[in-house]
């Protein structure tokens, strides 16, 4: 039996890119471990920006991995206005996706590549690439470099030591320049500022609400700073959601995410005296 057409699924009475769902959501690696998600339910509406928060552990990131289809629950489905995901081509349907994990990916290739590498078609496209890397505020970085784009991420691989070494927030921003390079119905973004400062992370999210304005986003973080700028926050705890809505409506809540808005306040506030 062919694979669905997605593009078709994402023509709903005229309207491109419908809604995402989820319902009674549960995997775990193997047979006999945990269940990471446990019936797990959510609405992602199309064209916001929903952010998913919890403890570390909690199975955030994977979640993304079973959007991705990285792996397939054991239980329930994710649904593509209205169409399990499972049904539809694995490599054509990525290819809708932008994506940058946690623990994303460092070459020791060019800059030109590490970035290229998002989108294959434009490898070659400087202007493209260039774009991306602004968008990821490592432009000017990358431009002050020796040979520029043209210069190896790697002391190793590159001749006569002229090989360069990032930091882990100047390799975070070239991953997310790599996601940039996609024009993706549906962003999927975890714990995109770990590695950057406050001041980096404020700069980055400026440009995330022009990047990510009607387009439909999954954000994942721990930093409050960062979930305040989403349309939508839903909150993971055993396994499911617990709490859903804005921030205003969750802190008047005060339920989980009242409770750990309140704590990381505070740590904050400590870490400044």
């Not at 929903?50 to 570390?56: P, R």
């Not at 993706?184 to 770990?194: F, H, N």
């Amino acid at each position: 039996m062919p694979y669905p057409s997605i593009y078709e699924s994402l023509i709903i009475s005229g309207t491109y890119i419908g809604c995402r769902s989820v319902q009674d959501l549960s995997f775990r690696y193997s047979d006999d471990g945990p269940w990471i998600l446990n019936d797990m339910s959510l609405f992602i509406p199309a064209g916001k920006c929903l952010a998913l928060i919890g403890l570390n552990g909690i199975g955030k990131s994977t979640f993304v991995k079973l959007i991705t289809r990285l792996y397939d629950q054991q239980k329930g489905s994710i649904k593509w206005d209205g169409i399990d995901i499972r049904e539809f081509d694995p490599i054509q349907f990525r290819e809708h996706l932008g994506v940058i994990f946690q623990d994303f990916m460092r070459y020791e290739l060019t800059v030109q590549e590490n970035i290229g590498l998002g989108n294959l078609q434009s490898l070659n496209d400087m202007n493209h690439i260039k774009e991306a890397a602004e968008h990821a505020k490592i432009n000017e970085k990358i431009s002050q470099l020796p040979s520029g784009y043209q210069s190896i991420l790697s002391r190793w691989m590159a001749k006569n030591d002229e090989g360069v070494e990032f930091s882990g927030g100047e390799w975070q921003k070239i991953a997310l320049a790599r996601m940039f390079m996609r024009n993706a119905d549906l962003w999927l973004v975890d714990e995109p500022t770990a590695a950057l400062d406050a001041k980096a992370e404020y700069d980055l999210y400026r440009s995330f609400t022009q990047l990510f304005s009607k387009k439909t986003t999954v954000l994942i973080s721990h930093r409050f700073s960062t979930v305040r700028v989403a349309d939508l926050i839903a909150v993971l705890a055993d396994g499911k959601v617990v709490e859903y809505g804005s921030h205003n409506e969750l802190l008047d809540q005060k339920g989980e995410y009242e409770e750990l808005f309140r704590l990381q306040t505070k740590q904050n506030q400590f870490s400044h005296t």
